[in-house]
Each structure stands twice: as structure tokens, then as C-alpha cells.
């Protein structure tokens, strides 16, 4: 009998939960957002649930304006820098991936590349770096800018960091250090290899100070939904987080994903597609929708508007609650997250509600309730229909609902033989099923970058 399709599952971890009143909770721990302690139990209890990474998002960046309407829902306001965090929990844990997001817009790719190489050597192998373009002026405000570029000039310029990282990542081959104390030699300069770049936005001429990676490379991560951000990903990533809440949708997105990486000579295999769901389990189906409403309940109206106006890119806290927003508010163009945009906008269309705006947005993120049986089922259609090859789990609220799932949908779906009972590998790219990359110096097909189109 051939092995059922396993399932690549992710934990996108905010400190007290990613629903929007979560550190409101009962069971949130005031000041968890910054305590190294409680972020090792979470990775602890991912790692228990046999995860194939835990991971942080990020943006450099806290709100500045609106902060009454902020204070009432705090995401990004007080929170731990990611690598230095996850460095952190590698000590904590053995086998669970550690990915974090690091902007192409903020960075220089001598940064990126050292920091990952190090967090993958720290962990033994571990590491994963979501690439992203970063979608808030709050952060270019940080880094001499007054608004973000356009979308298009920021996927132009991370192609670039991208590629410089990746050769930066190969300057040495593997074995190049040796430490051989007979002949007092302690690598081979034979095995070091510059990088010689020069392009639109960057001039590297070098070599990055740390030997190759465990992983070769750690993996690389991506999140784009814009038809840019596809391509990117087909030509790049090696996890991509899908983020739709509709089944037809994310089918659509995975064969369309999957299709474009032939043109970059790519396997469709080489890229595991984790769709995005957030989960609450209760013992009911009714129970888990008590549970959420409940939640909902504890969000601010004002909290409500502020994340509908970020998203749509204009404010609306000068219309009534309770009548439907006009169309004409729907700016022409977006210029953030797009998919956000474009799921407001509808939303809008449909003659709602500001209110029932607030409270039906999402995120694109599909919040699931039910039993655990319910969830597996879910999780199980998803993969059968050719909508994924796993789930990014975003936990609404923490610890209970990691636990609930670790608890009790792990166990089912392990015994359904979709997850693994353990690790069966030490790395990340073990976990994933995903080879260790052959350095381009020493590969037979490979491409030196100042050679790449
Ligand atoms: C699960 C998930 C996690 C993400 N994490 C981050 C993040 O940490 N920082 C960030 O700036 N954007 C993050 N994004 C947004 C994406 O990078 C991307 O900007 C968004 O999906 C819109 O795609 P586009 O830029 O191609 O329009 C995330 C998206 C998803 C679905």
C-alpha cells in the first residue's frame, strides 16, 4: 500500500495568540511578548507536537499614530527581534525548524546571510528565513524612508538580496575548514570563493565569514500572493504560505504556484505550499463557536476599524458602524497586502456593514471551529483536494489553543498515518523532505550569479 500524503505543519506564533484580543484573554500572561521563558514552552510544546517548524513574524517597526486604538490590540508593539529570539529557543529545543522573517527592504543582504548561516549552525540545521518585502510605512519611517517603494521595485530589489544571499551563503564549500594543526592550516583558500556583485541596489565584493551551513543553506520561506510574488516564490522559495480561506481559491493558487516553477527548472516538490488556518477545538462544534464568539466579544470596535484601515489603506473611523460602507471608499490601488486588500474590498462590495466588516475580516485566514475529529477531517479534505501540502497554523490564543492541538488533533491525524509520529531527521530540509543544496562552486550544473539573468 503507498504511504499516504504527509503533512508539513507549521506554528506562526505570537506571544499571546494572533486573534486580535488575545493578550485580553484569561489565560494570556501579561508580558510574554518579551519573556525568553514563555517563547521556549511554546517551542517546547510545538516540538512535543512533532512540528515541522515554529515561527515568528516580523515587522522593524511599532505604530506611532493611532496608539489609543493600538494600545487595545498590541501586535508588533513589544516584541522580541526574531533571530535573536529563535538563537534563544534553539537551545531549548532538538529538532523543531526555527523560521523567522527578515525584510528585503530593511536589511543588507550581508545581514540576512550571516544571521541565518549563524541561527542555522546554533540549531544544528534548524534554521528557515521567511522573505518578505515588509508592507507597513511605519517601518520605511525607520529606515529613511517616508513611504514603502512601490510593490513592484520592492520584489525587484528582493530578487536581488535574495540572490546575493545565496551566494553569499556559498562562499565557502563545504570542508573548507579544517583546523589542521600539522600543517597550521586552517581552511583551504582554494575553497573560498568571492562574490563579485554589482547591481541595481547592491555592490558585494567579498566572502561571508562563516563556514557553509548545516542545512547547506537554511530554507527559505515566502508569503507573496501578488501574481510578482508568485513568481518569486516558484523561482525561490521552498515553503510558501498560502493564505486563503476558500478551498476553490487555494486549489487554484496551489496548481498556479505549482506550474510556474517549471520555467525556473524547478520540481514541483521542491516547494511545499502550507495554507494558512487558524483552529479552535472544542469538545462540540458548538462549544469551539461559543469559544470564538466569546473572543470576538473581547475585541474594541476601535481595534476593529484601525486593522480594517490599514489594510484597505484609508482610514474610515469617520463612518457609522451601522451602515453599509460606501464603494467609493475603496482606494483605486494597493500598495501593502494586497490579498487583505482585496478581501476588504469585497467584503465591501457585498453591501455589509463597517461593523460586520470589522468582525468578519480576517485576514484571508480561515478561522476553523470544530472537534478535533472535524479539524483532522478539514486538514485531510485540504490535502486529498490538492489545496496544500500542509498548514501554517496561526494559534488564535495561547497556550490553550497549541495545546488543544497538539493534544488532540496530532494524535488524530498520526493515526490517520498523515503525520509523523516523530522526527525521523535532524534537520529542517529533513523534516520537509527537501535536498541540501550543492554549492554552485562545486556543482556540476551550477550558475555563478554574476552569470544569472
Ligand atoms: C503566514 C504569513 C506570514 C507572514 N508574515 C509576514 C511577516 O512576518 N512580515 C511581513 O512583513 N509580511 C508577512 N506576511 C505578508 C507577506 O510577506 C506578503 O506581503 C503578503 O502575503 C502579500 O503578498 P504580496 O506582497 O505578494 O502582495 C505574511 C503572510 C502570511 C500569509
Known sequence: MSKKKQMVIGALVHANGSHAASWLMDEARPHAST????????????????????????TPAARTENLRAWSRSPLFM???????????????TTRIGLGATASTSFYEPYNVARLFSSLDHISH????????????????????????????????????????????????EDGAFVYDK???????????????????????????????SPQGRPVIIQAGASDTGRDFAAEHAEVVFGSSGNLDAAKAFYS??????????????????????????????????????????????????????QDLETDLSDLPLDEPVPVSRIPATS???????????????????????ARRFNRAKATFCGTATQVADHMEA???????????????????????????????????????????????????????PENRHTSLTSTPIAKRA
Open 335 to 357: 500598495n501593502l497586502h494586497k490579498a487583505y486588500f482585496d478581501e476588504i474590498a469585497g467584503l465591501i462590495r457585498q453591501g455589509l456593514t463597517l461593523r460586520e466588516i
Open 125 to 172: 540545521g534548524r534554521a528557515a528565513w521567511n522573505v518578505v518585502t515588509s508592507a507597513n510605512d511605519y517601518a520605511a519611517r525607520n529606515f529613511g524612508l517616508e513611504r514603502l517603494p512601490p510593490h513592484a521595485d520592492r520584489y525587484t530589489k528582493a530578487k536581488e538580496f535574495l540572490e546575493v544571499v545565496e551566494a553569499l551563503w556559498d562562499t565557502w
Open 35 to 58: 519573556d525568553i521563558d514563555y517563547y521556549r514552552e511554546m517551542a517546547q510544546l510545538a516540538e512535543r507536537g512533532k512540528f515541522d517548524f515554529f515561527f515568528i513574524a516580523d
Open 256 to 309: 498556479d504556484l505549482k506550474a510556474r516553477m517549471a520555467k525556473f527548472g524547478r520540481r514541483p516538490d521542491d516547494l511545499k505550499i502550507a495554507s494558512g488556518i487558524s483552529v479552535v477545538i472544542g469538545d462540540t462544534e458548538q462549544e469551539a463557536r461559543d469559544k470564538l464568539d466569546r473572543w470576538q466579544d473581547l475585541v474594541h470596535p476601535d481595534v476593529g476599524i484601525l486593522r480594517l484601515g
Open 182 to 212: 600539522e600543517t597550521c592550516q586552517s581552511f583551504l583558500p582554494e575553497k573560498q570563493h568571492l562574490v563579485d556583485h554589482k547591481g541595481k541596489y547592491f555592490t558585494v565584493h567579498g566572502a561571508l565569514n562563516i563556514e557553509r
Open 382 to 436: 485540504w490535502i486529498e483536494a490538492g489545496a496544500c501540502d500542509g498548514f501554517m497554523i496561526s494559534f488564535v490564543a495561547l497556550p490553550s489553543t497549541m495545546t488543544d492541538f497538539v493534544e488532540k488533533v496530532v494524535p488524530e491525524l498520526q493515526r490517520r498515518g498523515r503525520f509523523r509520529h516523530d522526527y525521523e531527521g535532524r534537520t529542517l530540509r529533513e523534516h520537509l523532505g527537501l535536498a541540501r
Open 78 to 92: 513589544n516584541v522580541l527581534e526574531p533571530i535573536t529570539l529563535l538563537s534563544a529557543i534553539a537551545g531549548a
